[in-house]
């Protein structure tokens, strides 16, 4: 069966500092991968969506980035954290673009 | 890009009673519609979809309905319990990016 992990599972930046989420799928290959974020309450608003390696399509401001290195790796990037970054980072995947996700058990990130 | 509405925002039933959540979507061309569950600090579960080809599916409680005409569709929970109460996301797929586009969330609230 497929399992997604994602990690860490909480973490706590300064504003400035870099980030590195990472998620990886297991049992399946050549997944579409997704970062969505949510901010406190609020919905899913997507960050970037890949269907192969090298593969990312962008949906959001400047500060963040993410990469496929591998076919069930998908990596969130940023060289300096902004406070508005704060939120639960959520990756996902699902076989084609027709199928519904499942989510990894997300990152709550606090930019103070 | 496709733009999902969802309402209303927050829902309290007595248990027992039936919830109804609606949804509009602008893409005409979206074919893929799922529901997910999301629990306090949890990620988001799937708990039935539905594709364009359909109008009505049911499992056990839950039961989804899509008007393409009128594009809108609507998640039904029967006889709830206190464990329905989340946060519940409609999504449609987004045929220009991909990718699931999320409703702004409701908030079910079953009092026991």
């Known amino acids: 069966s497929q399992t997604i992990h994602q990690w860490p599972a909480t973490l706590v930046q300064p504003v400035g500092s870099p980030l590195s989420l990472e998620c990886t799928v297991e049992?399946?290959?050549?997944?579409?991968l997704y970062w969505y974020r949510q901010a406190a309450g609020r919905g899913l608003q997507l960050l970037f969506y890949?269907?192969?390696?090298?593969?990312i399509s962008s949906e959001v401001p400047q500060n963040l980035s993410a990469s496929r290195p591998q076919d069930r790796q998908f990596i969130l990037s940023s060289k300096k954290l902004l406070l508005s970054d704060s939120g639960f980072y959520l990756c996902?995947?699902?076989?084609?673009?027709?199928?519904?996700?499942?989510f990894g058990s997300g990152t709550r990130l606090t930019v103070v | 890009g496709e733009n999902v509405e969802q309402h209303p925002s927050t829902l309290s039933v007595q248990e027992g009673d039936s919830a109804v959540i609606k949804c509009t979507y602008s893409?005409?061309?979206?074919?893929?519609f799922p529901w997910y569950k999301q629990e306090l600090g949890k990620r988001p579960q799937l708990i039935i979809d539905?594709?364009?080809?359909?109008g009505e599916k049911k499992d056990q409680r839950i039961a989804v309905t899509l008007n393409k005409t009128a594009k809108h569709f609507s998640l039904h929970i029967t006889e709830t319990q206190p464990e329905d109460s989340a946060v519940y996301f409609c999504?449609?797929?987004?045929?220009?990016?991909?990718?699931?586009?999320f409703g702004s969330g409701t908030r079910l609230q079953v009092q026991p």
């Open positions: 996902a995947w699902s076989p084609t673009e027709n199928y519904g996700y499942t």
């Open positions: 049992g399946t290959s050549n997944p579409n």
């Open positions: 890949s269907v192969g390696i090298g593969q």
């Open positions: 893409d005409s061309a979206s074919n893929y």
């Open positions: 539905i594709r364009s080809n359909v």
């Open positions: 999504a449609a797929r987004d045929t220009g990016r991909r990718a699931l586009t």
